[in-house]
């Protein structure tokens, strides 16, 4: 391979994940060409891209971002997954790693934090962005339906006391 187009190579890699926050690094060996298909399919459904690297492409890009603790696990075969929400993205990769005992992370980046495989995996068992926002929201909330709930009981109970009181009118003047 020339060095123009290594360098070139190494220029675009630099270019694609220039403001990428959350990187894992995948090690694709053995995996078959439909099983990649399938994770590239997984991934892309939950709007995150996975790139396969050229290990001394990945190198030389990997010191140009800053990212010198991914360039000693370049071994391999390997592939850069890469989206906006680790916690999903971490969830994907494990799952296919269980389905398939293949495609093992070997850590990654995670807002500029590096994590190995054992944190890769306690990440992907928190919930993920949608249901922590869903939880905040329901908090959130919680005071006031507390609130409205309050409110609606008092006048209820005020209502309830207003027709026993007029009921009991009702029968008095019968009566008399």
Known sequence: MSKLLRRRMVDELVRKHQ?????LLVNC???TGHQSVELRRDLREAQLRMTVLKN???HHA?????LKELQKHLTGMNALAVGP????????????REKTQKSE???GLVDGRWVGPEEVLELSRLP??????????GTMNAPAQQL???????IRKFLGAMAAIEEKLKTESKSS
Do not use: C, M, N, Y
Request: glycine letters at 12%; zero cysteines; aromatic letters at 4%.
């Open 56 to 58: 001394s492409v990945a």
């Open 128 to 137: 993920g962005r949608e249901q922590l926002l869903a939880t905040l929201l």
């Open 62 to 66: 990997f010191e140009k971002l800053g």
């Open 105 to 107: 992370v070997k850590g």
């Open 29 to 31: 060996q053995g995996l």
């Open 19 to 23: 403001g990428d926050r959350h990187l």
């Open 148 to 154: 409205a709930g309050t409110i609606h009981e008092v």
């Open 85 to 96: 929400d680790p916690v999903v993205l971490a969830k994907k990769l494990v799952a296919f």
